[in-house]
């Protein structure tokens, strides 16, 4: 989908290369170079902007800590790619995490502001083919992204003192956005630093605002702090029932009469068909988080692998991932 601004870019663009054929003075480089400086605003605007009003101990006279800057940023986009992993279907147990789908999700540093200290980052300029299931542009997996972790943020500032709503958000996600999400509640709590976060998805869209301050922070890091996070491969056999190719969503009966839910890795969408209502083999990664202090325990499971049983259908279904 084009930008408001698309044609206004181009046009400017045609105008500099005519510049540049036309003649290479001093006066036409320097007009050259403001019609370039008004094309690059043009394409900032069009860019997915997160902006970090920061406060707090580390921030004196409009100035901020670098170590603690670092690890906020640092945390901060390793929980959004991380969870955009989890979103696009990718296996997250071992692998590591697709260079292409870093490269959707990076934020870059713009600029920074006082007031007492202020940081805008932006997403990335020009889109990397990754064709992802269920989304019109690859731009829109960094948005579900850092709207997951603005929506987590929210959860732990809601004042619901039970963890069931923000471990339900965070399971799916997988253990290594369970991870990097703890890290980043780590940074403001234990350093004393106050953000407010605002993210505008692309121009013309609303502005979401979430605040992110010690006491949120705490009770964010304390939630998963109370649970023990696990990962394992198992194999159960069942029938396939349920298939949804647009949720990327699967049900499988036991013969115990269990149903299991689960999510589905972006390879396996497709083959989906060819399994349903038939008694399968199924490989699935499966998260568990367990209350240190209830021993609850919740599930969540991540379709990985399909084999028919009883047939003779050709292996070439079955999804094979290694250590990384």
């Not at 490269?103 to 202020?118: E, K, Y």
């Not at 609303?206 to 109370?226: H, M, N, Q, T, W």
């Amino acid at each position: 989908m084009k930008s408001d601004n698309s044609d206004l870019v181009a046009q400017t663009n045609s105008v500099i290369a005519e510049l540049a054929a036309v003649n290479n003075s001093f006066s036409f480089s320097l007009a050259a170079r403001g019609l370039a400086q008004i094309r690059d605003d043009l394409t900032a605007s069009q860019r997915p902007t997160l902006e970090l009003h920061l406060d707090g101990a580390p921030v004196t006279r409009h100035e901020v800590r670098a170590d603690i800057f670092a690890r906020l940023i640092s945390s901060l986009q390793e929980s959004i790619t991380s969870i955009a992993q989890a979103i696009a279907g990718k296996i997250t147990t071992r692998s590591s995490i697709p260079g292409p789908l870093r490269d959707i999700t990076a934020l870059r540093l713009a600029t920074t502001f006082p007031g007492s200290f202020g940081a805008v980052l932006r997403g990335p300029d020009s889109e990397v083919q990754l064709e992802i299931p269920g989304l019109e542009e690859p731009s829109d997996l960094l948005s579900l992204s850092v709207n997951k972790v603005l929506d987590i943020i929210d959860l732990a500032n809601n004042g619901n003192l039970e963890d069931s709503s923000i471990i339900d958000a965070v399971l799916p996600l997988g253990a290594r956005s369970f991870k990097h999400l703890s890290d980043l509640s780590r940074v403001v709590s234990e350093t004393g630093l106050s953000a407010e976060i605002s993210w505008v998805s692309r121009q013309g869209a609303d502005e979401r605002r979430e605040a992110f301050s010690k006491p949120i922070a705490s009770r964010l890091g304390d939630v998963l702090a109370r649970n023990q996070v696990t990962e394992e491969q198992l194999t159960i056999e069942g029938r396939l029932g349920t298939v949804s190719d647009i949720r990327n969503r699967i049900e499988l009966q036991t013969s115990t009469g269990d149903v299991i839910t689960a999510a589905v890795i972006e390879e396996l969408v497709s083959q989906l068909g060819r399994y349903y209502a038939n008694n399968v083999r199924a490989s699935f990664e499966v998260t568990t988080a367990r209350s240190i202090v209830s021993g609850l325990e919740r599930r969540s499971y991540r379709l990985v692998g399909l084999e028919m049983i009883g047939s003779q259908v050709s292996r070439d279904g079955v999804a094979h991932f290694g250590d990384s």
